[in-house]
């Protein structure tokens, strides 16, 4: 066991050690200073006069969110007819049919915000077509939307009184040939030479050692597997997503993977703290968000490696920990590590099957995708972090009786409008979707629906109460990764879970956008020893405290009937 | 509105053309240089494929080392998890009966000995591997199936463990097809 924790902390600490250097260099990228990477010059300026850009071109925020609105709003559609009709295109060599247009809208939602539900299986519910012109392709450009995202809000803040956020176009081009396209391309070379399939060849036939016939899945997917964790996509290539032994062949890919899926968020950290000339806001940012983490962290590992407890009341001793839906070559340490990550960073991908998991596991789960802050998406976590900051600010002017301040410009109504909106939207959507889950399987359990709400539930009682709340609360963190027993290929799964990720993707975008871009546009303050200064430690841990309340408000309920009732019925 | 659509337009097919053709063209071409060429590291048994390296198989025969019990049946055509949770019922009633038969076919051994993970289905249902712990279990059901001795069989489990990556980080295990192509090789 000692062995796991080890490989724990030195995955943590290596992530740590190529995210400084990572965020030093994307903040160059942001600032279009000098890089290596200016060999991408002659193919940037090709696709910008191809497209008709022109990248200097100043946009304020609301040019900036129509840019990205319109882009996204196309990749939509787009993605949607690929998925019905890919049946009749291209490379499909086993022979996959179309998706339902239910399914379809709900696959291309999911991979355009960056979330990565999937309400199907990757070796029959796709083609190698859609694969890579649909989801390696949105998980590209929705990553991308993210980091540029982010850089028009530090845009914003770098300057003491300007309109300008930067230029949309140039910014999500740039984060795709400067960031994520390099990164991607060294992962998937380690992915390939560790065993991940990149053939195009189909499904293959085999009569195994003891004479049994079966079929193994093949086809393309170190490519898509490297951006679904550097973008943290976190959609999989097979069903089973990162536990799949060809996805993730052995202990050291689980490292590259988990590195991969963390180190671009940490980065961005970096970036900000190195891009705004404000390194100690950057590193009271880190120390909050990675306190955070280890407060999810540590009980995950300990209930993992601690076993189930109604294993252990039938006489078995459980030394490797909880080994249900985990794989040996991983254990159950890397596989905690794995499921705390992946909820907090809104990857989603998997190396172990979160329904199985141990309650602590699951709550911890939970939590960390309805904070959806310590660390973040690509881009979107600062952006979510932002809004406590702005809650913050306001309280604490609210005690000490002064007009709030952030980062010099006045912190008015308007503002904390947008905040407090964009916080009780999670609440709104989660537990209102939740609600009528729980009515369907409750009072018509017989609706004729591809799966009817009687059989939706894979586990009774409070876990499959938390299969209903984990599924939205997954789908409102853009987080993608599920408590899998959920039934949820069909019309009243595909489309409620579609509503609130379209709301809980661009409403939490638009609304820090907005801020900045208003706050942005105000006259500058300069600081002054009463100014509220958001670079200490005691402001941070005032943030932390409004992260814990706000959530513990508007989850508390929710989570005493899942994975808190199932914790006290077990132990 | 129209020149951000033209733009959007025209960005989308350049995006396409390098995230989806050309990127994964690139990868697919390094691939044909490792060792599985891309599709994947077989194991050969007289020159004919018997396996994956990394996908795991059912074994079923008393004569061979067994995996973890599998969700999909080991048919890697798909692939999944239980996705049962800790306290359902059903579930655990499916683990007390893996119990009694690992018990009924591997006579001799106490019940505190058997490892969790062969009671438990793996996350993937195609987990190759299985832990020392659990190679070492079935050594004596084996042994007899075979006419061998114990200790012959003991030697080739130690020669497949795994060690540790780097000899620290995460578990020991052992790849179950490969163990079971020595096995049959054993005189």
Redesign the interface.
Known sequence: MTGEITGVVFTFLLTLLLAYPLGKYIARVFSGEKSFMDLMNPAERFFFRVSGIDPKEPMNWKQFLKAMLTINMLWLVYAMLLLVFQDKLPLNPDGNGGQTPDLAFNTAISFLVNCNLQHYSGESGLTYFTQLFVITFLQFVSAATGIAALAGMLNGLKHKTTQNLGNFWNLFTRSITRILLPLCIIGAVLLAFNGTPTSFDGKDTITTLQGDSVQVSRGPAAGMIAIKHLGTNGGGWFGTNSAHPLENPNYFTNILEMVMQVVIPVALLFALGFYLNRRKLARVLFGIMTLGMLCLLIPTIMAEVGGNPAIEKMGITQATGAMEGKEVRFGPAASAYWSTVTTIISTGSVNSMHDSSMPVSGLMQLLGMMINAFYGGCGVGILNYLIYIIIAVFISGLMVGRTPEFMGHKVEAREVKIAALVTLLSAFLIKGFVALAAYMVAHHPEMAWAVKPGSWLNNPSYHGFSEMLYEYTSANANNGSGFEGLGDNNVFWNVTTGIVLLLARFIPIIGPVAIIGLLANKKFIPDSPGTLRIDSWTFGIMTFAVIIVINALSFFPALTLGPLAEYFSLY | ?K??????????L???V????V??L???A???L????????TEK?NGK?????????????DK?FWG?PSAAD????????????????D??QL??DR?NSFLVHNPGIR???????M?????????????P?SAFIQVKRIAAARGLAEEKIKSLVDAHTEA??AG????S?INV?QL??AL?ELK
């Open positions: 509105m020149k951000n659509l033209s733009i959007s337009l025209r960005l989308t350049v995006m396409i390098l995230c989806a053709v990127y994964p690139v990868i697919a390094v691939g044909k490792t060792p599985g060429v891309g599709k994947g590291q048994v494929v018997v396996g994956y390296s990394n996908v795991g198989q059912k074994f079923t025969q061979y973890r080991y048919n890697a055509a798909g692939s999944a998890g239980s996705n049962k949770g800790p306290s359902n019922p579930y655990l683990v007390q119990i019940k505190e000995d058997i490892p969790a993970e009671v438990t289905a793996s996350g993937s249902g195609l987990d190759p591997h299985i832990s712990a540790p990556l620290v980080f995460g578990p295990k097809l079971n192509i049959d």
